[in-house]
């Protein structure tokens, strides 16, 4: 395995891990569980607020409604497959920009 393809694993664990860490923080904060509906409530600070964690925590997100859909509504292994590479792809690309960040700042 290349050193490149290590790095680009250890940011899609690390996409999918601060995923998961804000989804839990947000549920610990708030007592609710973070969904997309946050978005819905029209142009308010608190719909404003939601869009840093929602673009995060959102591979987390989309597992966890894709996992609930197919045990409660029986949806196709296609469709299971699509949203876990969509997952997968976005917790990728936000894990890389929350690395760049933390370069940026110094921290690793």
């Known amino acids: 395995m290349s050193p490149h ?3 680009m694993f250890v940011v899609l ?3 999918f891990a601060m995923a998961g860490l ?5 549920q610990l904060a708030t007592s609710r569980l973070p969904s997309f509906t946050l978005l819905t409530t029209g142009p308010s600070v608190q719909a404003l607020a939601a869009v840093p964690l929602l673009i995060v925590a959102a591979p987390f997100l ?3 409604n894709t996992l ?3 045990r409660h509504e029986g949806r196709r ?3 299971v497959f699509i949203a876990t590479l ?3 792809f976005w917790s990728l690309m936000s894990g890389q920009v929350l690395v760049m960040s933390l370069r940026a700042c110094g921290v690793v």
Do not use: D, E
Not at 22 to 26: M, P
């Open 13 to 15: 664990a690390f996409g």
């Open 77 to 79: 292994f296609q469709f």
């Open 5 to 7: 393809s290590v790095q």
């Open 62 to 64: 989309i597992m966890r």
């Open 22 to 26: 804000l989804s839990s923080a947000y």
């Open 86 to 88: 969509i997952a997968g």
């Open 68 to 70: 609930m859909g197919s």
